[in-house]
């Protein structure tokens, strides 16, 4: 990155000297093309590309595939686009490997799909490189870790959604993060897997507007939403975690993290540790959790807790906790051999949390509505007229929307004080 500072007369400069040096080079014989070129797609055959190198998608029938596109683009120097029309591209010959900096950009997430063989997995993603791919669908990948995306570079989902991608005896079925990886507005729907049914990340992962669910993890498992493992660092912003399911084994039937990970503005509801424990959450030894302004109600688990299962650190700022079943029996929304930490203005159903903070509230009712978008990207949960949630979350420490970007605070009320509700819905005066 240039300074500042830098003076017009360096600059013209030096760009004269790159000018001089790019222009010499391209007369070589045999050098590649520098800079980025657009391959439009026009075949959805899974074709290869007959010169990979020449600066030309184009397969031996003369058509431009999703696959001889990207095989021309790892060829290439530059950062390349791919635009994909409307269509279902089926996998024949296996993983597109991505080496090579590129965006790959479908028409929408329900005209353009690409299917995988349901044998491999659909996209690899090579170290060190930037990749984008958005508004488009991406299924049915498996038999390997990442099933669906294997990403050891640096991975942009805008727009995608990521379903029926399956990895029995592996991690990852949607997604292996190695690297980092960046998801808005991104579904992940139907995705099964050993560990991290949706998601398994070993590296730096951000979720923003996400929607994880009906997820489950095979037979002694764990994390059927996200798996975070000792290396993981987890972002998760304005985003659903709903019915997803976890069996025998480690638990976290929405999320198990042995690293870092915060949730903020977020909904965790109605997923399920069928046979272990967490029906919401497992916080391992090594991990450390913060949820803040999190809505965690109607999850359900065998032992120790149907909503906290916490082992290692777990901080709760203006979060619900509640209505969390364990073994049927109803608000036990906390457990395990560590207490979980209020920093107050926290909502329990019960009184299993022992939460003790300042603003704190137990033995409540959350009345709470049951998912739905309610005019945002993800489903979160309305709040009824009557919940002890409305405007009486922390007064000074309160974000400047909730979950579906409505503004906080409100006077949900009608006293004439705005004031932060607790959860992640915040009810419009």
Do not use: W
């Given at each position: 990155?240039?300074?500042?500072?830098?003076?017009?007369?360096?600059?013209?400069?030096?760009?004269?000297?790159?000018?001089?040096?790019?222009?010499?080079?391209?007369?070589?014989?045999?050098?590649?093309?520098?800079?980025?070129?657009?391959?439009?797609?026009?075949?959805?055959?899974?074709?290869?590309?007959?010169?990979?190198?020449?600066?030309?998608?184009?397969?031996?029938?003369?058509?431009?595939?999703?696959?001889?596109?990207?095989?021309?683009?790892?060829?290439?120097?530059?950062?390349?686009?791919?635009?994909?029309?409307?269509?279902?591209?089926?996998?024949?010959?296996?993983?597109?490997?991505?080496?090579?900096?590129?965006?790959?950009?479908?028409?929408?997430?329900?005209?353009?799909?690409?299917?995988?063989?349901?044998?491999?997995?659909?996209?690899?993603?090579?170290p060190g490189v930037s990749v984008a791919l958005a508004e488009m669908t991406v299924r049915s990948g498996g038999g390997e870790d990442g099933a669906g995306i294997y990403n050891q570079g640096s991975l942009s989902l805008t727009g995608v959604r990521l379903m029926r991608h399956v990895a029995?005896?592996?991690?990852?079925?949607?997604?292996?993060?190695?690297?980092?990886?960046?998801?808005?507005?991104?579904?992940?729907?139907?995705?099964?897997?050993?560990?991290?049914?949706?998601?398994?990340?070993?590296?730096?992962?951000?979720l923003r507007d996400v929607r994880v669910q009906r997820n489950r993890h095979t037979v002694d498992g764990g994390g059927a939403g996200l798996f975070n493992s000792s290396l993981g660092q987890a972002t998760i912003e304005r985003s659903s975690f709903i019915k997803n399911q976890a069996r025998?084994?480690?638990?976290?039937?929405?999320?198990?993290?042995?690293?870092?990970?915060?949730?903020?503005?977020?909904?965790?509801?109605?997923?399920?540790?069928?046979?272990?424990?967490?029906?919401?959450?497992?916080?391992?030894?090594?991990?450390?959790?913060?949820?803040?302004?999190?809505?965690?109600?109607?999850?359900?688990?065998?032992?120790?807790?149907?909503?906290?299962?916490?082992?290692?650190?777990?901080?709760?700022?203006?979060?619900?906790?509640?209505?969390?079943?364990?073994?049927?029996?109803?608000?036990?929304?906390?457990?395990?051999?560590?207490?979980?930490?209020?920093?107050?203005?926290?909502?329990?159903?019960?009184?299993?949390?022992?939460?003790?903070?300042?603003?704190?509230?137990?033995?409540?009712?959350?009345?709470?509505?049951?998912?739905?978008?309610?005019?945002?990207?993800?489903?979160?949960?309305?709040?009824?007229?009557?919940?002890?949630?409305?405007?009486?979350?922390?007064?000074?420490?309160?974000?400047?929307?909730?979950?579906?970007?409505?503004?906080?605070?409100?006077?949900?009320?009608?006293?004439?004080?705005?004031?932060?509700?607790?959860?992640?819905?915040?009810?419009?005066?």
């Amino acid at each position: 990155m240039q300074a500042k500072d830098r003076g017009f007369r360096l600059v013209r400069t030096h760009s004269l000297i790159l000018f001089s040096l790019a222009a010499g080079f391209a007369l070589l014989p045999g050098a590649a093309s520098v800079g980025a070129l657009t391959f439009t797609v026009d075949a959805t055959k899974d074709l290869p590309d007959s010169a990979p190198g020449d600066g030309l998608c184009a397969t031996e029938a003369g058509t431009c595939t999703l696959r001889a596109a990207i095989e021309e683009a790892n060829a290439l120097a530059g950062a390349d686009v791919v635009e994909l029309p409307s269509g279902r591209f089926r996998l024949l010959e296996g993983t597109l490997t991505i080496s090579a900096e590129l965006t790959v950009t479908g028409v929408s997430l329900t005209r353009t799909a690409i299917q995988g063989n349901r044998q491999e997995r659909v996209f690899a993603i090579a170290p060190g490189v930037s990749v984008a791919l958005a508004e488009m669908t991406v299924r049915s990948g498996g038999g390997e870790d990442g099933a669906g995306i294997y990403n050891q570079g640096s991975l942009s989902l805008t727009g995608v959604r990521l379903m029926r991608h399956v990895a029995d005896d592996f991690s990852g079925g949607a997604l292996y993060n190695a690297n980092h990886a960046v998801l808005e507005n991104v579904v992940l729907l139907g995705n099964t897997a050993l560990f991290g049914a949706a998601i398994y990340n070993a590296g730096v992962l951000e979720l923003r507007d996400v929607r994880v669910q009906r997820n489950r993890h095979t037979v002694d498992g764990g994390g059927a939403g996200l798996f975070n493992s000792s290396l993981g660092q987890a972002t998760i912003e304005r985003s659903s975690f709903i019915k997803n399911q976890a069996r025998v084994g480690l638990g976290g039937g929405a999320i198990y993290n042995n690293g870092l990970v915060e949730v903020s503005n977020s909904t965790i509801s109605r997923n399920r540790a069928r046979i272990s424990t967490g029906g919401a959450l497992v916080t391992d030894v090594n991990g450390v959790t913060t949820l803040s302004n999190v809505t965690l109600v109607r999850n359900q688990a065998r032992f120790v807790s149907g909503g906290i299962a916490n082992f290692g650190v777990t901080f709760v700022h203006n979060s619900i906790i509640a209505e969390n079943f364990n073994n049927r029996v109803r608000d036990i929304n906390c457990g395990g051999d560590a207490a979980v930490t209020s920093v107050g203005y926290n909502l329990d159903s019960g009184a299993v949390c022992s939460f003790n903070g300042p603003g704190d509230l137990t033995n409540q009712k959350p009345y709470s509505r049951t998912e739905r978008l309610n005019g945002g990207v993800t489903p979160s949960r309305e709040l009824m007229l009557k919940s002890a949630a409305i405007d009486a979350g922390d007064p000074d420490d309160c974000p400047a929307t909730d979950q579906r970007g409505a503004p906080r605070p409100a006077d949900g009320n009608n006293d004439a004080t705005a004031r932060c509700d607790i959860g992640a819905y915040e009810l419009q005066p």
